[in-house]
């Protein structure tokens, strides 16, 4: 599995790639990678011929009192859980490279009636940040499919609805949610949860069941 970190190295790979003729995938991600994130990958090689799948944690998308410092960073184990998997390409890219100008002054992507309910009401900016980061790496690797997880379900509609708008030759997939043996969605963020709320957690998907 390739790694590579700048934009124009990237954009070599796929235009030899493209030469040959063969379907592109991309899987975006924020990296501390889990099997949830490995059912994507595999969900994109079920419908491309090579799979991208980017690492970036993306400061758009967290507010000012966000966990952004604090989010878990585990490169050298998402590249050996990508290259386990046969993942073809890995895209790490510094800040920086998405956003030269600085993240506070790029120019970004709202998708205004979509953005502001649900999840957002309670995370302002947040789905502006997760609109305009996806709209730069699908610009960015040009593939022909990028997968999503039905966990985050709210921002694979914002996603579908900035590609439908913006008319991006994409097609956006989504994968299923893969939960844990008691029922509770796999995410990066759950470590952050005490042992009494760990307990607690799954007693929503339950209550969401039996309703």
Known sequence: MQTVNR??????QVRAWRKEGLRIA????????????VS???????????VIVSVFVNPLQFGPTEDYEDYPRTLEHDTQLLTKVNANLLFAPPVYEIYPAGHEHTTTVEVADLSGILCGAFRPGHFTGVATVVTKLLN???PD??????KDFQ??????????DLCLPVEILGGPTIRDHDGLALSSRNKYL??????????????????
């Open 7 to 12: 934009i124009v190295t990237l954009r070599e």
């Open 26 to 37: 991309l899987v975006p991600t924020m990296g501390n990678l889990h099997k949830g994130h």
């Open 40 to 50: 994507l990958v595999a969900h994109a090689q079920d419908h491309a011929d090579r």
């Open 140 to 142: 960015i690797v040009a």
């Open 145 to 150: 499919v990028a997968v999503f997880g039905e």
């Open 155 to 164: 921002q694979l509609i914002v996603i579908r609805r900035l590609v439908a």
């Open 194 to 211: 005490s042992p009494r709320e760990r307990d607690l957690a799954p007693k929503l998907y339950e209550s969401l069941k039996l309703a």
